[in-house]
Each structure stands twice: as C-alpha cells, then as structure tokens.
C-alpha cells in the first residue's frame, strides 16, 4: 500500500516556474515507477512524466525540455520541476505509482489527490 500527497500547485503567469512535490509512504517506495500526469477540465487525464526506480525518465512531447521529473528514494519523494509555464499547462496534476513501467495511466495502482496548477497569460 502506497499513500501519495502533492504539493506545490498555485497560480503562476506565464514563463514562470512552480516545482510539485510527491511524498509517499511506504518502506517499498523505491520498488514503484513514479509518474505526473494531468488533467485539465473537460479533458482526458494525460502523462506529463514517468521515472523508474533508477532513474530512467520518459517526457510528454508537450513538456520535453520545461519539466524534470526527479525522485530521491531516501525520501520518498518524487518532483516535478516547471520551468517555462504555458495557459495550455493549466490542470490539476497527479502524481501515482506502479510496479511496471508504463505510460499507460489504467497500469498505475496509488494516485495522489492533486494538486491545481494555474497558468495565467
């Protein structure tokens, strides 16, 4: 059982930068691949970023090059760092976890509550 809780959303204008954090709990955290995905109102929930345990990482082409996702599993933290903030980047961001490597957000079993980010033009 893995529980996750965000943090770091707020409203920003445009070209700025926000960084979300994820805290889980759980001695197993370091075994999970860790995502960020999004929604925006009316829109399907999409993956912003994944990371494995080791690090490896995985961008939406909508992001590649603005976000960095990063974890510390002495922590048991994962982050999303966003630089270079658009309107379209507007949504309520979800961090989750999944024991396979996956893009596909059915493969993830632990979500977050989410956290709104707000970009402003």
């Known amino acids: 059982q893995v529980q996750l809780v965000e943090s770091g959303g707020g409203l920003v204008q445009a070209g700025g930068s926000l960084r979300l954090s994820c805290a889980a709990s759980?001695?197993?955290?370091?075994?999970?691949?860790m995502g960020w995905y999004r929604q925006a109102p009316g829109k399907e929930r999409e993956l912003v970023a994944v990371i494995t345990s080791g690090g490896s990482t995985n961008y939406a082409n909508s992001v590649k090059g603005r976000f960095t996702i990063s974890r510390d599993n002495a922590k048991n933290t994962v982050t999303l760092q966003m630089n270079s903030l658009k309107p379209e980047d507007t949504a309520v961001y979800y961090c989750?976890?999944?024991?396979?490597?996956?893009?596909?957000?059915?493969?993830?079993?632990?979500w977050g509550q989410g956290t709104q980010v707000t970009v402003s033009s």
């Open positions: 759980g001695r197993t955290f370091s075994s999970y691949v």
């Open positions: 989750a976890a999944a024991l396979v490597w996956s893009t596909w957000k059915e493969s993830y079993d632990y």
